[in-house]
C-alpha cells in the first residue's frame, strides 16, 4: 500500500533510510495526516516526527509532522502510570507541518464487528538484515480482548509480527476497506492487536461552538478523507487506480445497495456540508428514519459518514436504498452549527445527487422526496439558532436563567429539556465489602428508558473517577447538544447521597463536572430506607410516601417553589424535623440545609435521608469546607431569592450549573454558592432495575 508510511525521529544524526533513527509504521488517513499508534509518534522528540513516504514506485520524501492528538491523551493518569506503553485505544494523529502530494488509504464508514475469526491483510515497515523493509500480508483473526469500547481490540495471531510494523494498516479483504490500527506485541511474542477506526470517534468534541469543520479534527480529517477519495474518482486521465476502481473490478458484494463509485460520490457530497451539530443531533436523524434497527455501536455515530455506516449495520441488506436517500434528505436539511460560502451548493449538489439516484425507484417516491425537499428547507433552523416562541429575546446565558418573569425564554429551556436525554451513573455498595462499589453508566432517553453503555465491579471511590471518564465521555457525546450541554444524574446510595461528584476531575487540567455540565443526584435505594426508629417501613407507609413524593414534584414542576432552611436559623444550629413533620410541609416546599459538614444533632447522612424520606424529589445543600462558613447569611438569601424562585423546578438543575459556572469565574455574586448540591430525583422516571412502575406524570 503507498499510503503506508515510515515514522522516523526527527534530528538524530541518522539518514532516513537507515534503521537508527526508525520507530515505526503508520498510513495517511486524509491529506495531509498520518494515523499511527500512540506509542510510536510519542517516541519522537519534542512532539515532532518525521514522515517518510513513497513518491513514485522505488523512490520515497521525509516531511516532518507534528503530533496533533492522542487516544488516550499524554496527560492522561493512565500514561503517565506506565510511561512508554500506551494504554489502549493507543492512536495517535499526525498533521505534516507542509503540504505533499500523497495517496490515502480507504477508510471504512462502519465499524468493525469484531469478528471472532477470519482473515485480515497488514501493511507496515521492519528491520530485517539491517535494512528497512516493507511488509505485506495475512493475519488470523483470533477473538476479541477488552471489555469497554476503548478496550475493545480483534486479537491476532499466530503470525510473527516483527517491531516496527505498529501503527500500520489493518484492511478488510474483502472490501479493500482500511478497518484499524495494527499493534505487534511489546513482548516480542507471536501475534498482535488491531485497534479498529471508530476509536478516533473519542477524539475530544470542541466544547465551544464550531465556526468551521477545522475547529474539530474529527471531521476535518474524514470530510478530507471523503472529499480526496471523491476528487480521485472524477480525476480525468489518471493512471492510478482509485478504491472505487479496483472494488469495481472485483465486483462489489452482492446486495450492497450502491455500487463504489456511487459510495464516494455520495460521501464526498456529504463532506462538503458542514458535519452534524452534535452526535445526538445525528443518533436524532438515524432513530427517525422508518424501520432502522439501531446496533447501538461504541462509540456512537459521530460524522455523515459514520451514520451512514450505522445504516449499513442496521440493515439486513446494507441498507434499502430508500433507507439511505431518506438519510441524506434529513443530512441535506439538518440544523447546521454553522454554513459558509459553498454549503448552499454543497445542499444543491446532495440533492442531485438524491433526485439522481431515486430513479430506480417509482414516481410516487421521487415526489415525495421533492415535497420533502421544499417542506424542509422551510422548516430548517438557521445556524446555531434555537426556535424561541414568537417575541421572545435570546435568554442572557447569566442573568436570563433566574428571569421569574420570562415567559418565552424559561417556557423553551424547559421545552429543550423535556427532549434532551440525560447520562446516568450509578453506584452500588457491595454488601460484603463495604468501601467497594458495583458501577454503571447509561444513557436515560426523555421518556425514562435507559441504556447500559458500560459496567463494572469492586472500584474504590478513589479509582471512580479515572474509571468512568471513558464510558461517561461516550454518554455525554450521546446526550450533549452545542451550546447545551446534557444533565449527568448520579444515583447513590442514601449513605452516600453527599458524595462531591460534582466536584470529581476526570481528566488532569479539565474543569470538575459540575462546572462542565449540570450534575444533580438521585437517591439509588429508596425502597430500602428504614423507618426513623430503625425499623423497616410497611408496605402501606411506602405507598403513602411515594405517593406524596408524586404529588410534590407535580406541584414543583407547575408552580414556583419555596426554600426552607431546615437545619439553621439566623446562623444558628437547630436540628432538622422529623420525617412527619416533613410530610406535612405544603407541597411547594424544598428543603434547604445549611450546615451540611458541620457537627449538628444528627449526622449528615441522617439529615438527607429524613429529607427522602419525607417524600420529597427536589432539596438543596451546600458542604461546608470550614469555620468560616458559619456566616450563613448570604446562603440563605441566595436560596430563597435565586434558586427557589425560577417558575418551575425543571430549571433548578441548569440555574446549579450556571451558579457554579459564576463561581469558577470569580463572580462575587455566586460566592454564597460554593459547594452547594442539588437532589432533583425524579419519581416518574424510576432508575433502571428499581421495578418501581409509576404512571407517568
Known amino acids: 500500500m503507498t499510503s503506508t508510511v515510515r515514522i522516523h525521529r526527527t534530528s538524530v544524526g541518522y539518514a532516513l533510510d537507515e534503521p537508527g533513527s526508525f520507530l515505526g509504521s503508520g498510513f495517511f488517513i486524509a491529506p495531509n495526516w498520518v494515523l499511527t499508534c500512540a506509542h510510536v509518534a510519542c517516541d519522537g522528540v519534542g512532539g515532532e516526527v518525521a514522515v517518510v513516504y ?4 522505488g523512490h520515497s520524501a521525509a516531511v516532518t509532522g507534528r503530533v496533533a492528538a492522542t487516544i488516550p491523551s499524554r496527560d492522561d493518569p493512565a500514561v503517565r502510570i506506565l510511561p512508554g506503553r500506551w494504554p489502549a485505544p493507543d492512536l495517535a494523529l499526525v498533521q505534516l507541518r507542509e503540504p505533499v502530494d500523497h495517496e490515502c488509504a480507504y477508510v471504512s464508514e462502519r465499524p468493525p464487528a469484531y469478528y471472532a475469526e477470519g482473515q485480515v491483510l497488514y501493511a507496515g515497515w521492519t528491520v530485517i538484515d539491517g535494512q528497512l523493509r516493507f511488509l505485506y500480508g495475512p493475519l488470523a483473526v483470533q477473538g476479541t480482548i477488552g471489555g469497554w469500547s476503548s478496550d475493545v481490540q480483534i486479537r491476532l495471531g499466530d503470525n510473527d509480527l516483527p517491531h516496527g510494523v505498529s501503527g500500520g494498516p489493518v484492511i478488510d479483504p474483502v472490501r479493500g476497506e482500511v478497518i484499524g490500527v495494527l499493534k505487534s506485541r511489546s513482548d516480542r511474542r507471536p501475534g498482535g492487536t488491531c485497534t479498529g477506526i471508530e476509536q478516533l470517534r473519542t477524539l475530544p468534541v470542541p466544547q465551544t461552538a464550531c465556526r468551521s469543520e477545522y475547529d474539530d479534527p474529527y471531521q476535518a480529517i474524514f470530510h478530507a478523507h471523503d472529499r480526496y477519495h471523491r476528487d480521485r474518482q472524477r480525476q480525468p486521465g489518471s493512471r492510478r487506480h482509485t478504491w472505487a476502481d479496483v472494488q469495481t473490478q472485483l465486483g462489489h458484494r452482492p446486495g450492497r445497495t ?3 463509485d456511487e459510495r464516494s460520490e455520495l460521501l464526498g457530497r456529504l463532506a462538503e456540508l458542514p458535519p452534524p451539530v452534535s452526535t445526538r443531533a445525528l443518533l436524532g436523524i438515524l432513530e427517525s428514519l422508518p424501520a432502522f434497527q439501531d446496533p447501538s455501536p461504541l462509540p456512537a455515530p459521530r460524522g455523515w459518514r459514520d451514520g451512514l455506516g450505522a445504516l449499513y449495520e442496521g440493515a439486513r441488506d446494507d441498507g434499502a436504498l430508500e433507507r439511505l436517500l431518506d438519510y441524506a434528505m434529513r443530512a441535506l436539511s439538518a440544523e447546521r452549527p454553522f454554513v459558509t460560502p459553498r454549503t448552499a451548493d454543497a445542499e444543491e449538489a446532495l440533492w442531485d445527487w438524491v433526485r439522481q439516484a431515486a430513479q430506480r425507484l417509482g414516481a410516487p417516491y421521487r415526489e415525495n422526496l421533492a415535497e420533502q425537499r421544499t417542506q424542509r428547507l422551510r422548516l430548517r433552523r438557521p445556524p446555531g439558532e ?10 442572557d ?15 423553551e ?4 429539556a423535556e427532549t434532551q436525554p440525560a447520562a446516568l451513573l450509578e453506584l452500588e455498595r457491595r454488601a460484603w465489602e463495604p468501601d467497594r462499589y458495583d458501577w454503571s453508566v447509561s ?4 421518556a425514562g428508558e435507559a441504556v447500559r453503555l458500560h459496567e463494572a465491579e469492586r472500584a474504590a471511590l478513589a479509582e471512580l473517577p479515572a474509571q468512568i471518564a471513558a464510558p461517561l465521555a461516550e454518554a455525554f457525546r450521546r446526550c450533549d447538544e452545542p451550546g447545551r450541554p446534557a444533565v449527568l444524574q448520579v444515583a ?3 449513605m452516600l447521597l453527599g458524595l462531591a461528584v460534582d466536584t470529581w476531575q476526570l481528566r488532569p487540567q479539565e474543569p470538575p463536572l459540575g462546572e462542565l455540565r449540570p450534575v444533580v443526584v438521585r437517591c439509588a435505594d429508596r425502597d430500602q430506607l428504614p423507618e426513623e426508629d430503625g425499623f423497616p417501613l410497611f408496605d402501606e407507609e411506602r405507598d403513602d410516601i411515594d405517593a406524596e413524593r408524586r404529588a410534590r414534584w407535580r406541584w414543583l ?8 432552611v431546615l437545619d439553621c436559623d439566623d446562623g444558628f444550629r437547630k436540628p432538622v424535623p422529623t420525617v412527619e413533620q416533613l410530610r406535612g410541609r405544603s407541597h411547594g416546599t424544598v428543603p434547604v440545609l445549611c450546615r451540611y459538614g458541620d457537627q449538628r444533632y444528627e449526622d449528615d447522612s441522617a439529615a438527607l435521608t429524613r429529607i427522602v424520606l419525607g417524600g420529597y424529589g427536589v432539596a438543596l445543600w451546600r458542604r461546608r469546607r470550614d469555620e468560616l462558613a458559619s456566616v450563613c447569611g448570604e446562603f440563605h438569601r441566595g436560596t430563597i431569592d435565586e434558586i427557589a424562585e425560577p417558575p418551575s423546578a425543571a430549571r433548578l438543575p441548569r440555574a446549579v450549573h450556571e451558579l457554579r459556572v459564576r463561581l469558577r469565574a470569580a463572580r462575587l455574586e455566586a460566592f454564597w454558592a460554593d459547594g452547594v448540591a442539588l437532589l432533583y430525583d425524579d419519581p416518574h422516571h424510576p432508575l433502571p432495575g428499581t421495578g418501581d412502575l409509576l404512571e407517568a406524570p
Do not use: M, N, Q, Y
Not at 397 to 411: E, L
Not at 413 to 416: G, N, S
Not at 557 to 564: G, M, Y
Open 386 to 395: 434555537a426556535h424561541l416562541p414568537e417575541g421572545a429575546e435570546e435568554p
Open 397 to 411: 446565558t447569566i442573568t436570563g436563567v433566574f428571569d421569574p418573569g420570562s415567559d418565552g425564554v424559561s417556557g
Open 443 to 446: 444513557v436515560v432517553s426523555p
Open 54 to 57: 513513497e513518491t513514485v514506485p
Open 258 to 260: 450502491l455500487g463504489p
Open 492 to 494: 447513590l446510595p442514601h
Open 557 to 564: 414542576h407547575a408552580h414556583r417553589a419555596k426554600a426552607e
Open 413 to 416: 429551556r424547559d421545552r429543550r
